[in-house]
């Protein structure tokens, strides 16, 4: 209905605000398909509006680092990293700080689920550059915190964790929910990764309520795979992570989340793997691997190949087995 009224708007710029609007909140309600379309959308109108008509004056293309994310969630990895990858160097010379720390955000969250480390690090310093240098606070600690789940990856885990619960500190001050649970997972990831196992728990049951009051559903997905990993760690029977991947897999089908959908499915298959089950863990494994047309060489197709060839007999590994480049990034 939203959109319908939408397209009787006929003035260019408050056509492109209203569906800026409407793509957001979709991606906030875990309705990716939804909000690509309407991204795409938006990027198209912004084609044929000078930029200082649009709605913030803002760089047109700053809507394809919006869509970067959700083209990796929906399941076409290289597509999304091409954006960034393309778009960076003109995003400099063109955005103003506000925007520019923005689309940094969002870049951000792709690399970080691409594992291009070293290109995530570059978005994080300068978000915390640019935050602090024109009194962002947000932007400053939103930088902060990607920059201590790197360290946390290098092995520096009181640091990063130290450096990522002060920055989701400033968020927790303010009330803000926007994006929350995604930063809260990271959180997990690391106290996981410290052997901080009841620390972990408070953390991700913080962010499942969030998910339910606030209905931020962007990243439930990873959430209940976090719930597996957390239970599997506590020494809780393989049933009950097995559950909780189970519900990633089945939200992330609802959601249309592919790339969250193979990375639950390996998850899952991981823990059938030992139980004596892989058959069972190849058949499901190959089928989400099967759907993927791109990125085979990141770093989540490349682990799940990894998996199919162990679960595999000599004559499935033969059937999706492929030369391999580099990783993109």
């Not at 309600?29 to 909000?35: L, N, P, V």
């Not at 990858?85 to 689920?113: H, W, Y």
């Not at 823990?271 to 863990?281: C, F, H, I, M, N």
Request: hydrophobic share 40%.
């Amino acid at each position: 209905e939203a959109h319908r009224i939408i397209d009787r708007v006929t003035d260019q710029p408050i056509k492109v605000g209203l569906y800026k609007m409407l793509a957001g909140a979709a991606k906030h309600y875990g309705e990716f398909e939804q909000s690509l379309n309407m991204t795409v959308n938006v990027i198209q109108l912004q084609t044929t509006i000078a930029q200082s008509d649009t709605p913030t004056g803002e760089w047109p293309g700053g809507m394809k680092f919006n869509l970067a994310p959700v083209l990796w969630i929906a399941g076409f990895p290289e597509q999304a990293w091409e954006i960034v990858r393309s778009n960076r160097a003109e995003r400099d010379r063109t955005s103003g700080p506000f925007v520019r720390t923005n689309m940094m955000f969002q870049a951000a969250i792709l690399l970080r689920n691409l594992g291009c480390d070293a290109m995530l690090e570059e978005e994080a310093t300068q978000m915390s550059v640019l935050g602090a240098q024109y009194e962002m606070a947000m932007s400053q600690q939103g930088g902060d915190i990607f920059t201590g789940w790197l360290l946390a990856k290098r092995g520096e885990l009181e640091k990063g964790i130290e450096l990522t619960e002060r920055g989701i500190n400033a968020f927790r001050r303010t009330g803000h929910t926007m994006y929350q649970t995604h930063r809260l997972a990271m959180l997990v990831e690391m106290l996981l990764w410290a052997k901080r196992l009841s620390e972990a728990e408070a953390v991700l049951q913080e962010a499942l309520g969030i998910s339910e009051h606030a209905e931020e559903r962007f990243w439930d997905v990873e959430l209940y795979r976090l719930q597996g990993d957390l239970l599997l760690a506590q020494g809780a029977p393989a049933t009950q992570a097995e559950q909780s991947y189970l519900r990633a897999i089945t939200i992330a089908q609802q959601q249309g989340a592919k790339s969250l959908e193979l990375r639950a499915t390996t998850a899952l298959c991981r823990l059938l793997q030992p139980q004596g089950r892989s058959d069972e863990a190849y058949q499901a494994l190959s089928q989400i691997y099967g759907w993927f047309t791109e990125g085979f060489d990141t770093h989540d197709l490349r682990a799940t190949r990894e998996l199919l060839t162990e679960l595999a007999s000599p004559a499935q590994t033969a059937s999706f087995i492929s030369a391999t480049g580099e990783q993109p990034c």
